[in-house]
């Protein structure tokens, strides 16, 4: 991986990582000190999906970095803990982002 693409993913993985739930919020929620649908903790999980999906689509980065940011096990981590549902909106918004992004590396 070259240079420049190194550092595009490591600005796509620091913009990502600032809103992201899981780092801080959701050991909230396994010490049952947060409800999995607090308003709180659905808004900054939104936020982070926007945040995740507009980053895959502005991201210029080779198809082994674009897989590097396959927002799929991080979702599974939030469905698993009830924080999120496969078919909620911005899931389903997110995982679109991303396959379009494999596909536009693919050509």
């Known amino acids: ?5 190194e550092q595009a993913l490591q600005r796509a993985i ?3 990582g600032q809103s992201d739930p899981i780092i801080k919020l959701l050991q909230q929620v396994k010490l ?3 409800k999995p649908t607090d308003a709180g903790l659905r808004a900054i999980t939104d936020s982070w999906i926007g945040t995740y999906q507009h980053v895959l ?3 210029t980065i080779d198809r082994p ?7 799929g096990p991080r979702l599974a981590v939030l469905i698993e803990a009830g924080v999120l549902t496969h078919d ?4 389903v918004s997110l995982q679109a982002a991303y396959h379009a992004a494999v596909q536009r590396v693919q050509v």
């Open 88 to 91: 909620h909106q911005g899931v």
């Open 65 to 71: 970095a674009l897989i590097r940011l396959n927002p």
């Open 32 to 34: 049952g000190r947060m």
């Open 57 to 59: 689509e502005t991201v």
């Open 1 to 5: 991986m070259g240079d420049v693409t």
């Open 14 to 16: 620091t913009t990502i």
